[in-house]
Antibody, heavy 122, light 107 residues
Framework: EVRLVESGGGLVQPGGSLRLSCAASGFSFSNYNMNWVRQAPGKGLEWLSYLSISSSSVYYADSVKGRFTISRDNAKNSLYLHMNSLRDEDTAVYYC???????????????WGQGTLVTVSS | DIQMTQSPSSLSASVRDRVTITCRASQGISNYLAWYQQKPGKVPKLLIYAASTLQSGVPSRFSGSGSGTDFTLTISSLQPEDVATYYCQKYNSAPFTFGPGTKVDIK
């Protein structure tokens, strides 16, 4: 069974930092591109970041570029999101999601974790 | 960056009605589009990718079409379990932006 489990969320003050983790199991993690997506309370989905299998391709949304860093450890079957300079508007549930496509023609997010809540507040 | 819009923002329909949701890209994205369903309090679920390819396990009443800038998600016969918010997402190039969502409920 494919499982993605996020952790590391919590309450952080504006300007602070946090590292989210996503533990993958039930599939060969090193063969899949990965993404982070967030959802602010009562709002829609916001794509944040993409990381390719070998970490050779990485993309960010403008809203987090320069503040967030995506990384992975294939030996640990884990994806990470390092978040710095956090703002009130970063408050959201953060999801990791798997992309099974290697060609770029059929990208999709076929499995999602349950999400971890990040609250930025003083 | 390419902007994604969806219409309507919400709709109410009767069981067994045919429902159509539109997603529009501000520039052409070929068929690099996916659709997701998010039920209240749940994790998003992939419905369709490559504009019209049904994800395994998704009921056949869901279908997608379109190319370029205009796309549609159709539910051929709305069921009570289809109450959800539906999102499109482009992936021709980063950023892989989602549309704002369309909330569907039962009349």
């Amino acid at each position: 069974e494919v499982r993605l489990v996020e952790s590391g969320g919590g309450l952080v003050q504006p300007g602070g930092s946090l590292r989210l983790s996503c533990a993958a199991s039930g599939f060969s993690f090193s063969n899949y591109n990965m993404n982070w997506v967030r959802q602010a309370p009562g709002k829609g989905l916001e794509w944040l970041s993409y990381l390719s299998i070998s970490s050779s391709s990485v993309y960010y949304a403008d809203s987090v570029k320069g503040r967030f860093t995506i990384s992975r450890d294939n030996a640990k079957n884990s994806l990470y999101l390092h978040m710095n300079s956090l703002r009130d508007e970063d408050t959201a549930v953060y999801y990791c999601a798997r992309d099974p496509d290697s060609s770029g023609y059929y990208r999709r997010l076929d499995y999602w974790g349950q999400g971890t809540l990040v609250t930025v507040s003083s | 960056d390419i902007q994604m819009t969806q219409s309507p923002s919400s709709l109410s329909a009767s069981v067994r009605d045919r429902v159509t949701i539109t997603c529009r890209a501000s520039q052409g994205i070929s068929n690099y589009l996916a659709w997701y369903q998010q039920k209240p309090g749940k994790v998003p679920k992939l419905l369709i990718y490559a504009a019209s390819t049904l994800q395994s396990g998704v009921p056949s009443r869901f279908s997608g079409s379109g190319s370029g800038t205009d796309f549609t998600l159709t539910i051929s016969s709305l069921q009570p379990e289809d109450v959800a918010t539906y999102y499109c997402q482009k992936y021709n190039s980063a950023p892989f932006t989602f549309g704002p969502g369309t909330k569907v409920d039962i009349k």
